[in-house]
């Protein structure tokens, strides 16, 4: 979709949580970052190479990438002109903003005249097909969530990274703007017409190596009003293998939901596993990927022991303890 | 969204088939029927009126309503003069057809000049929100399948029409473009972008008195891998007390799949009641509607006794018996 090395732009970003998505990629993908920009209000800091527009171009950054949020998701005034000289100097542009850069005249010229792209990645490109439901070689795994924002992205993030540490065949495929920023390319599903939601999955997951693995990225929940039919087009797109239930223990309420409590891991199971073996009979549930990042480091291992008891699968905190018990139970 | 009486438009159909969604109309709706309009070629009689434009506009129609399916879903040439003259005498326009009513330049010209709307049913114009998930009052009733076209438009529309013959208060809502058409609104809910699939239900679905009931036009399916996510997004928006089992026995492969066969009402009904009990813990599986169209009388008849023991609930072809017994079973 984009290409790498980017130059991750952080803007006038106050602090750190502003410029969390550039932190996201950085982390995530330190191989794919030349370097960051920071205008001179600028109070965060990735601790890497500061580099003007044309140092980037010189160390061959091919994708300028914003990687701060402003309120309200808007693209301030005072970035156009540095994103148009990024345009002029030979950089394509991609965002995952709610304001977009292809609504801007001034980024839209500059764009033409010189060549360059610019990347909405909350908006689909691509004309994706009707799912067709066939089987096909390599092997899934997907991310499932008692609720949304329970660490989906992070877990396959994380076990495709280990995947690659050993060695293994994987890939990351993203269904979100911060996952598609991250990877440079994916669906972003929840933007996606009904009637091709997991036909976009299947499409990002195509036919692969018997052995190599596509670490899908979950949305939603299946128990998330909202947005439960964007759970089940992924997991009827994405044929799933393998799947690693997602919870944050100490959360009450479902997100954006306050009407609604959060199901049990069993209860997901339960829920997930019919509907998952409607496209692949052969599908289990392997793991349990738990967000405890509101406990201490005792309450968190024995709650995790707890719920590796009860539910006879391996629980693991990626966070805390790495994904390598995860990336095992895939057999 | 548009306003009876309709003038049925049957152009140059070569015979009833071409012509089923006007058939569909005048079959549900004969009230908002004011005619039938048929070009010289037309190999098809609904047996009502036949009107010319200027006839049915002094009869009173508002919109000129294609019923009829070219090859290709194409608006032909030689209906547009007609078209023309329609918006002309001060007729709207409604289509659910593929090619779009709003790119044809002559139309959109004809219409802006006299101040007509064009109706593309197959296309959203609502910005719907994002579900909430908040309990309504009123009671909602939904028709789900063990595959697509298994008889949930027909199911409903049935169901809607006996609770007004005896009186009862009842609102059919369409979530399709042929149950837009004989409704005159609703939500294309193939058509909507994925995040707001379950709010546009909940949108067409609102608060309502006690003992009002909504019948919602089923789609999709839980076990149809192309469209799995639209048949969820219905139940959690649709919130549904009471829900109608529908099935065609003698289908063999699900439709548009022909790796997959269909699953039985047993487990059409074990999966979907935990999901709809997500939304509505109170929401019951009240009956089986059974398409058998293709099914002698006795054999019909002995399959629908042995579903009924089965299953425990009253199962019923409407088309065959009338759609009191599914109406009873709501209480």
Redesign the interface.
Known sequence: MFEAPYLLFLGDAPDALAAKMAQGIYDWRPEAVAGQFRMEECGDDLGIKDLSIKEAVEAGAKTLVIGVVNRGGVISDNWKSILVEALEAGMDIASGLHTLLCDQPELVEAAEKNGRTLHDVRIPTVKYP??????RSGKRCLAVGTDCSVGKMYTTLAMDREMKKQGRKSTFRATGQTGILIEGNGVP???????F???SIEYITPENDADHWDFIEGQGS??H?????????LI??GQPDALILCHEPTRETMR??P??TL?SLEELR??VL??AK??NPECKAVACSINTQHMSEDEALTYLAGVEKQMGIPAVDPFRQGAERLVEALG
Chains 1, 2 share one sequence.
């Open positions: 009707i799912a067709n439901g066939k089987k599903l929840d933007a996606v017409i009904a009637d939601m997991a036909g299946l128990f009003a909202s947005y439960s039919g964007v759970t089940m087009a009827h797109g954006g939901l009407d609604y199901p339960e829920m019919p509907i409607v496209v």
